[in-house]
Nanobody, 115 residues
């Protein structure tokens, strides 16, 4: 069983930055896939960025060059550094982990970008 707790969301002006953190209840060393997703009001949840155990990353086209995902296995934490934020980045951001075929989600953290 993996529990994920997100933090770091908030209100920021367009062009600003935020760093989201996702702390796992146990070691993330064995977890191959971890990702950040977001869901805006009235829209489907979408992948923002993912990272696998070997460090390879994947990003949605809309955030490439602005967001960076990283994982610190020693701290059992995955981060999402978000720069040059835009109003369209406003959403609830969720941390996700897939461990031996089982998917886990955090409770989400709100990110609001004002214009």
């Amino acid at each position: 069983q993996v529990q994920l707790v997100e933090s770091g969301g908030g209100l920021v002006q367009a062009g600003g930055s935020l760093r989201l953190s996702c702390a796992a209840s146990g070691s993330i060393l064995r977890i191959n896939y971890m990702g950040w997703y977001r869901q805006a009001p009235g829209k489907q949840r979408e992948l923002v960025a993912s990272i696998i155990r070997g460090g390879r990353t994947n990003y949605a086209d809309s955030v490439k060059g602005r967001f960076a995902i990283s994982r610190d296995n020693a701290k059992n934490t995955v981060y999402l550094q978000m720069n040059s934020l835009k109003p369209e980045d406003t959403a609830v951001y969720y941390c996700n982990a897939v461990d031996f075929g089982t998917t886990y989600w955090g409770q989400g953290t709100q990110v609001t970008v004002s214009s």
